[in-house]
């Protein structure tokens, strides 16, 4: 490993940033700097001569991201320009620290031939979600940290027909949504005191085409829903979720923190009339992202969802496997 010395504490991390695949950079104290390049972990090659100098890198970095520690703060999440998530945690908190860990975000600049280049899909699957979304179907896009969710559900902000309008909720640098003629953006601050719930109802004020959530994980999920299934038909929501079932269950769980006395089968009403299309995609084992399961949810028996698998990654056979037709094409 190499110990660097310099007068510019980002100099250190420059080979990295610039590392198209490098995907986060995790530096657990001066001697011991990690990098997940192509899904898999390794030793970056760097180290810093003492903690001070790492303490200098976690300050420059705070303060590009416009933040810095207050007094008796260890623990402080920022977000630079780019969208690169920051995490930076200080002694006595992080033990033979600082620590910092940089997740650096690729949404930008994706399209839909580059994840059938990289394997994460194929035509079949794309096909499949243009014709959902050409349907007008609520779309929930469901996948954990890191396997890729908010790059499908972006592409599918980003096509979504141009003479539509889209309202998107939710951080901007989480879902950019760049490339639609007629995007609007509704992006929570913490000094304006407006909840998620706020930017939802306001959203449905400015007369949208579509609805776009990124990542709810608490009660405005049940707004969201109800928006959804009362005339902004073709929403698209995102959540963290391994499956359709555990999105589902999630969706159950945030719904009932709303807390305003629908039962647990009222509350399936609900989400069974706003779900159409569930999507998961999962980082592997060797690292790499793929949409491994798309489910169309027919609704209510007997208070149990109707699921009807539309497609599944077979992960031994290395293959998507498609399941009938959708009703929407029926």
Known sequence: ????????????????LSDPRVTEIMIDGPQRVLVERQGRLEDAGVQFESAEALRALVDAVLALAGETFKPGQTVCDARLEDGTRVLAVLPPTAVGGPYLVLRKFYTRGMT??????????????????????RARRNIVVAGGTGSGKTTILNLLAESVPPD????????????????????????PHRRAGLSYTDLLLTAAKMRPDRIVCAEFSGPEALHALQLASTGYDGSLMSL???????????????????????GLGEI???IASAVHVLTCQRRLADGARK???????RGLENDRYTLQPLMRYDEAGGQFEMFGRPSWEK
């Open 164 to 187: 539509e309008r889209v309202i998107v909720v939710g951080e901007r640098a989480d879902l950019p949504v760049d490339h639609h003629p007629r995007r609007l953006h509704l992006e």
């Open 1 to 16: 490993m190499t110990t660097q010395t310099t007068s510019d504490p980002l100099a250190p991390l420059e080979p990295l």
């Open 240 to 262: 963290h979720a391994n499956n359709a079932e555990d999105a589902l269950a999630r969706l159950e769980a945030m719904c009932l923190m709303a807390n305003i006395g629908l």
């Open 112 to 133: 839909w031939q580059r994840l059938l280049e990289y394997g994460s899909l194929n035509q079949a699957v794309h096909d499949l979600l243009l014709s959902a979304l």
């Open 291 to 297: 949409l491994t399961e798309i489910v169309e949810l």
């Open 268 to 270: 399936r009403g609900v």
